[in-house]
């Protein structure tokens, strides 16, 4: 069997909280003989989400991270989402109750327009 690893995606490595995180991952990695990889994203939300493509993209069967663990930056994910909402609410069939979820889910995510 191989060796477990992980990947865990620091937001920074200048803060005392986030250089804590990466020392208590490394000691438990080594406590269980499992290996991590630890990803810095400067701050940098873009960054961010490449380090974590590129950890699944270039791995093979046999160094695949088991697990990813993620600390996020701000992303521009609302926005995506709020649009995926407004397509489904456009082009999808939807039973009444599910348009009420739909729109409860629009109303929730920051700066998503009404249906």
Do not use: W
């Not at 269980?32 to 380090?51: F, G, P, T, Y």
């Not at 088991?66 to 701000?74: H, T």
Request: include cysteine; hydrophobic fraction near 45%.
């Amino acid at each position: 069997m191989s060796n477990l690893r992980f990947v865990l995606s620091v937001t920074n490595d200048d803060n005392d909280y986030q250089i804590e995180q990466a020392a208590s991952a490394q000691a438990a990695a080594r406590m269980l003989r499992v290996s991590v990889d630890i990803v810095n994203a400067n701050n940098d939300a873009i960054e961010q989400s490449q380090q974590i493509l590129k950890a699944i993209q270039t791995s093979t069967a046999d160094n695949r991270p088991a697990a990813i663990l993620v600390e996020p930056l701000g992303t521009a994910l609302p926005q995506a989402a709020c649009a995926a909402m407004h397509l489904c609410a456009n082009e999808a069939p939807l039973s009444d109750s599910q348009k009420r979820l739909l729109d409860r889910a629009i109303h929730k995510t920051p700066n998503c327009p009404e249906l």
